[in-house]
């Protein structure tokens, strides 16, 4: 079982990536998957979450309007679409699965977590 963050990368503020989580092992339909970023010296914030049964999304305050989640189950592949980055938002971006929650609680322990992407906003 395995999850995978990509598509971090450098951007100027303003800018937009999308990251992707994609799993090995197991199948992310059946799974709530949750983005989480820790930046250097900060605690991990909760960013978002999508729910396997109904696709319902739910965002933190600090991404909502700017940031989306989405999923496609034949990729077996969530994506968070971030735009309009501000410096506020480098940080190293993660991915969750759980097979209950939706939450963007950053205390509550997803069952499974994968390796981070760098995110860098700067001019």
């Known amino acids: 079982v395995q999850l995978q963050a990509s598509g971090g990368g450098l951007v100027q503020p303003g800018g937009s990536l999308r990251l992707s989580c994609a799993a090995s092992?197991?199948?992310?339909?059946?799974?709530?998957i949750g983005w989480f970023r820790q930046a250097p010296g900060k605690e991990r914030e909760g960013l978002s979450c999508?729910?396997?049964?109904?696709?319902?999304?739910y965002y933190a305050d600090s991404v909502k309007g700017r940031f989306t989640i989405s999923r496609d189950n034949a990729k077996n592949t969530v994506y968070l679409q971030m735009n309009s980055l501000k410096p506020e938002d480098t940080a190293v971006y993660y991915c969750?699965?759980?097979?209950?929650?939706?939450?963007?609680?950053?205390?509550?322990?997803?069952?499974?977590w994968g390796q981070g992407t760098l995110v860098t906003v700067s001019s």
């Open positions: 969750a699965a759980d097979g209950t929650l939706c939450t963007v609680d950053p205390n509550y322990e997803y069952d499974y």
């Open positions: 092992g197991f199948t992310l339909d059946y799974y709530v």
């Open positions: 999508i729910n396997s049964v109904d696709g319902s999304t």
